[in-house]
């Protein structure tokens, strides 16, 4: 061998040892994605350098680790809290190895609802200066435990259960930075002190089913159309509208006769021509609507006199110029009458459920990607709505149900609310929400989609059938006399 030959192979033995001792910089423990690392070797720029690193299993593609942000958004479990958390003022550094653990460690069915930073200790940590006092380490709270991420990838990740660490005390601001502290006791005698920011605080305690935008999927809910075009609805508000002043009468039919036959697809509809019409000015094998043109609102006398015209019929449908006063809307709700306003321009606004669901129905009868996005916007609120019937105490539930869900977990009232946070949101989602036309398919579909998961997640964490076939029933009756003699 020439002495270039062995300068050559020292060379390269040098480079190699160098590579050696960076590689052994990184900790063998840790996961297959590692952290970045700042002085990683360039891939590319020696080929005898990356043969020898593949032949160890350590190319440099290993060395590069998976974006811990990424990691967390991109996860249906995670992705909501993450976005909440990345708009906090303060907050914790996170590492790929620890958004790994979280992933790897939230119960099965189960979603972070927050990300804050925490302090275990056998006292309540004294405030400081800071934002965080010393000791504090970032942390995942899902509905049911608490997940700590260990500080190294050699430690294992923490799982508390819930049951575990009971709500002691409110929101606090113990700190000059004015982040919210809350604490929970667990039953071993330590305190677990959570910081967050002030704004999301109060979700520790209330839970976050009034405001999660995101919930993994779940077997009890069907999976939503496949329209997600993005584009908008084919029949977009006022489109093919006759924009026109309503000079009299003749003017609000005509308006009341297109939006029948055009919108709510009641194809075929005719104006009766006011001669005997009994309270009917346009008329369809299947539905009669009555048009007012008058200075004051409508009163309840005339929603029974349309009600009444026709009562074989399935849809009674009356457009007023002035409004409805209390009494009429009442009367429209108990008769299944949709009422619908028609504004300066000639457009018939929707007032009331009976016009949402009238508007839905026609919908359905065009066909089309609307037809399937109506047709699930009804079965979602369906679903939720007779969960709300079954479970809940709102507007469509009952007392019965309320108590008998507290009797059954009164061990953990805490832990109850916070489903039932899910059951309001949901119940909240379908009452007030996105119209076809107005909104992209896939918005509308996310949008109860959203619902229906959120009203299932209360029925899983507590054990109960989504929608739920009665009422709940209590397990105990209520005390009377006879019970005593």
Known sequence: ?????????????????????????????????????????????????????????????????????????????TMWAWSVYAEYRFRLPVSSHQAQQILGAIPPGDHVEIFTAVVISATTPKPSPDAFPQGTRFAAKT???????????????????????????????????????????MIDGRIISAYSDKKTSSWLHEGVGRSILRLPDNPLTPFPPGVGTGNMSAFPPDSDSPKRLLSDWHSAEEVALWHMSERLAFFGSRLTGGVADKGVDVEHPQAVAQVKMQANPVGSPQIRQLRGARPHLANHIF????????????????????????DDDGTPCPYGAEAEQIILEGLRRHGGDEALVAAYIQ????????????????QFGSVDAYAALRETHSKNRNRLERAESHLKGAVNAVTHHPRIGSATHKSIVSHFRNADLRAAFFCQALGLAYPGDKPLGRNRKTPTAADFY
Request: hydrophobic fraction near 40%; glycine fraction near 4%.
């Open 379 to 394: 079965s979602v609120s369906k679903r939720v709505m007779k969960a709300e019937a079954n479970y809940g105490w709102g």
């Open 319 to 342: 457009y007023s110029t002035s409004g409805y006063t209390r009494a009429a809307i009442a009367e429209a709700a108990e008769s299944s009458v949709a009422l619908f306003l028609i």
């Open 143 to 185: 509905f049911d435990s608490w997940v700590l991420p260990s500080q190294n990838a050699a430690e294992d990740v923490t799982v508390i259960p819930s049951a575990d660490a009971e709500l002691f005390t409110w929101t606090s601001f113990p700190t000059p930075v004015r982040v919210a502290k809350t604490e929970f006791h």
């Open 1 to 77: 061998m020439s002495s270039d030959d062995k300068a050559a192979g020292g060379d390269a033995r040098s480079l190699f040892q160098s590579l050696k001792e960076k590689l052994k910089a990184i900790p063998m423990a840790q996961p297959e994605h590692a952290e970045p690392h700042e002085e990683k070797p360039a891939p590319g720029t020696d080929t005898w350098h990356e043969a020898e690193a593949q032949d160890m299993n350590l190319s440099t593609d290993s060395m590069v680790s998976e974006d811990p942000e990424q990691l967390l958004a991109k996860d249906p479990r």
